[in-house]
T-cell receptor, first 113, second 116 residues
C-alpha cells in the first residue's frame, strides 16, 4: 500500500459529460502529480501541484483541470469527455521524507462510452 | 527535455534464470532514475531508485539495477526470475537540475513474462 488513495476506482460515463477524480496523498506529502496511462500513449504526465500551487504542466488538455486544496487532497476535473479520454488516471505524491521517490495510487479507471 | 527508452516491448525468461530489462535515458543534467512495476489491474509500485553514490542499487523483491553514466543506461536485473515477477516494468527519469518541476518521465514499459 503506497498510502496514496484515489477515488473512484472505476467509472463509466458518456461522451460530453464531466467527471471529477479525487486523490488523497500520503500523509505529509506536499506534492501531488497526475498521470494518464493509455494504451496508445503510455504514461503521460499531466500536472504537478505543490502545497496548493501549480508547479508544472505536462500534456494536459484544456478540457482538463486540477487543483490542490488546503488539506492537500487534489481533484482532477475532466470535462466534455471524448472516447479517447478513456484511460487509467494515476495520482502520485512525494514529500520531504520520501527521498525523491514518487509514490503512486492504484488509479482511477475511466471509460467513456 | 528528458526522455527514457525501453527498447524491448517484452522480455521472456524461464523461471530460475537471470533476467535483464533494459533502459536508457536522456537528460540535460544529472539524473534521478527509477524503476516501477505494474501488476494487472494495479497501480505502479516503486521498486528502486538511483540518486547518487554506488552505481549498483538494490530494491524490492530481489531486484537490482546498475547505473552506467557513460552508456546512459539503468538496466533492471534479477539473478533468478520467479513466475510471480511477470508484470509490466517502467523505467523513469527526473532531471535533478530541472527547476520547472519534479515530474518523472517514463519509458514505454516492458512486459516481463516468466515461464515455469
Amino acid at each position: 500500500d503506497s498510502g496514496v488513495t484515489q477515488t473512484p476506482k472505476h467509472l463509466i460515463t458518456a461522451t460530453g459529460q464531466r467527471v471529477t477524480l479525487r486523490c488523497s496523498p500520503r500523509s505529509g506529502d506536499l506534492s501531488v502529480y497526475w498521470y494518464q496511462q493509455s494504451l496508445d500513449q503510455g504514461l503521460q504526465f499531466l500536472i504537478h501541484y505543490y502545497n496548493g500551487e501549480e508547479r508544472a504542466k505536462g500534456n494536459i488538455l484544456e478540457r482538463f483541470s486540477a487543483q490542490q486544496f488546503p488539506d492537500l487532497h487534489s481533484e482532477l476535473n475532466l470535462s466534455s469527455l471524448e472516447l479517447g479520454d478513456s484511460a487509467l488516471y494515476f495520482c502520485a505524491s512525494s514529500g520531504r521524507d520520501s527521498g525523491n521517490t514518487i509514490y503512486f495510487g492504484e488509479g482511477s479507471w475511466l471509460t467513456v462510452v | 527535455a528528458q526522455s527514457v527508452a525501453q527498447p524491448e516491448d517484452q522480455v521472456n525468461v524461464a523461471e530460475g534464470n537471470p533476467l535483464t530489462v533494459k533502459c536508457t535515458y536522456s537528460v540535460s543534467g544529472n539524473p534521478y532514475l527509477f524503476w516501477y512495476v505494474q501488476y494487472p489491474n494495479r497501480g505502479l509500485q516503486f521498486l528502486l531508485k538511483y540518486i547518487t553514490g554506488d552505481n549498483l542499487v538494490k530494491g524490492s523483491y530481489g531486484f537490482e539495477a546498475e547505473f552506467n553514466k557513460s552508456q546512459t543506461s539503468f538496466h533492471l536485473k534479477k539473478p533468478s526470475a520467479l513466475v510471480s515477477d511477470s508484470a509490466l516494468y517502467f523505467c523513469a527519469v527526473r532531471d535533478m537540475n530541472n527547476n520547472a518541476g519534479n515530474m518523472l518521465t517514463f519509458g514505454g514499459g516492458t512486459r516481463l513474462m516468466v515461464k515455469p
